[in-house]
Structures are given as structure tokens and as C-alpha cells.
């Protein structure tokens, strides 16, 4: 079965960068999608970005992170990235990266049925 491992999180200071990344591992048939969500203590999960893996490479945002972060996806590896600039202290959150796709709300963590273990963001 496939997983989804998630590396780059880290602690930054306002203002830094930081790019995640999210690397399938294991056999399975990840789905036309991908996404990146975020947690933070006592808020719900939220959409942060998305990447339709296909030639035409649509991306979606949430507006808090538009013009600041930007989603990338290599076919070669079937990995998803999350180039994150101008970081500020409430993006601080567990990044987790989604997959397979069985419904079409790009920001709706119900319909990814494939997820990675987190990785935490800490701004401060």
C-alpha cells in the first residue's frame, strides 16, 4: 500500500523560508491530486494548497498564503512540494501532505483518503 512521507518542516523565525517536501513510498496508484494541510492546537484542519498532477499543473490556494507560498509537483518522482516564503507566526501548524482524491473539494481533508505522518512548522 502507498505512503506518503513529509520532510522539511522546521522553526524559523518571522520573515524565513522553508520548502516541504512529500515523497510517496510503497505500491498504490496516488490519484490525479495532491495537497497540503495544516493543524494548528485547537483549530481544524484547513486546505492549504493543491496541485492537479496532469499536464496542466492547476494549483489552488487558500487566500492566507496566496503570493507566499507556492506548490510544485515532479511527475518523475511523484513528489509534491511546498515552497513557503515570508513565513509569519500563525502559519505555525503540523503540515500534513494528502493524497488520492475521491471527491472534488480541493481543501476538503474528507475527500483524500492518503495521508503522510506531519511535519511541524514553527514561526516565531
Known amino acids: 500500500d502507498v505512503q506518503l512521507v513529509e520532510s522539511g518542516g522546521g522553526s524559523v523565525t518571522a520573515g524565513g523560508s522553508l520548502r516541504l517536501s512529500c515523497s510517496p513510498s510503497?505500491?498504490?496508484?496516488?490519484?490525479?491530486?495532491m495537497g497540503w494541510f495544516r493543524q494548528a492546537p485547537g483549530k481544524e484542519r484547513e486546505g492549504v494548497a493543491a496541485?492537479?498532477?496532469?499536464?496542466?499543473?492547476?494549483?489552488y490556494y487558500a487566500d492566507s498564503v496566496r503570493g507566499r507560498f507556492t506548490i510544485s509537483y515532479d511527475s518523475a518522482k511523484k513528489t509534491v512540494y511546498l515552497q513557503m516564503n515570508n513565513l509569519k507566526p500563525e502559519d505555525t501548524a503540523m503540515y500534513y501532505c494528502?493524497?488520492?482524491?475521491?471527491?472534488?473539494?480541493?481543501?476538503?481533508?474528507?475527500?483524500?483518503?492518503?495521508w503522510g505522518q506531519g511535519t511541524q512548522v514553527t514561526v516565531s
Open positions: 510503497g505500491y498504490g496508484h496516488i490519484t490525479k491530486c
Open positions: 494528502a493524497a488520492d482524491l475521491r471527491g472534488t473539494g480541493w481543501n476538503r481533508a474528507s475527500d483524500f483518503h492518503v
Open positions: 496541485i492537479y498532477t496532469g499536464d496542466a499543473r492547476t494549483v
